[in-house]
């Protein structure tokens, strides 16, 4: 009876910790690359495949490891550009004031009592057009796979 106490003992103390990695996730955009024209730009596209509203984060980070603060549109997030619905897509497009390149980190959490192991697809797209130079590259996140 004893072993049984401390069993379960164990066992409630260990519960936690599991659910605690449990319905979030992150991602990385590896790359993004964007000037001061209309059509120098990165979009990542990213689509909630879940049955649940999460939370997203979209990090950008400039060549020297600083976060960018303008030039940043959400497009189809709710909350305040912090939330992509159950079963919808949204992109956020880097076009800033100067011209410039980094990475991103793209982090989702469950809302409320939602336990999603995966929630998100994404890619990025980067443009560039001008009288002299045509460029678009796919860039698949995680491999295309959910995360």
């Known amino acids: 009876m004893k072993n049984l106490k401390k069993l379960q003992l ?9 659910f605690a ?17 209309i059509y120098h730009q990165t979009d990542i596209y990213i689509t ?15 060549k020297d490891g ?19 619905l159950a079963r919808n897509s949204g992109y956020v497009r880097i076009n ?3 011209s410039g390149f980094g990475f ?3 982090e989702w959490n469950n809302t409320g009592s939602d336990d999603n192991t995966v929630a998100l697809t994404a890619y990025a797209m980067f443009l560039k057009f001008n009288a002299t130079v045509e460029g678009v590259a796919a860039i698949p996140i995680n491999q ?4």
């Open 10 to 18: 164990i066992v409630l103390l260990l519960l936690p910790a599991c």
């Open 21 to 37: 990695t449990a319905g979030t996730g992150k991602a990385i955009v590896p790359f993004w690359n964007a000037g001061t024209t």
């Open 48 to 62: 909630n495949i879940s049955n649940n509203d999460v939370e997203v984060t979209v990090t950008i980070y400039k």
């Open 66 to 84: 600083t976060a960018l603060t303008s030039g940043v549109t959400y497009v189809n997030f709710s909350a305040s550009d912090t939330k992509i």
């Open 96 to 98: 800033p004031t100067t």
């Open 104 to 106: 991103a980190i793209i």
């Open 144 to 147: 295309g796979l959910p995360f």
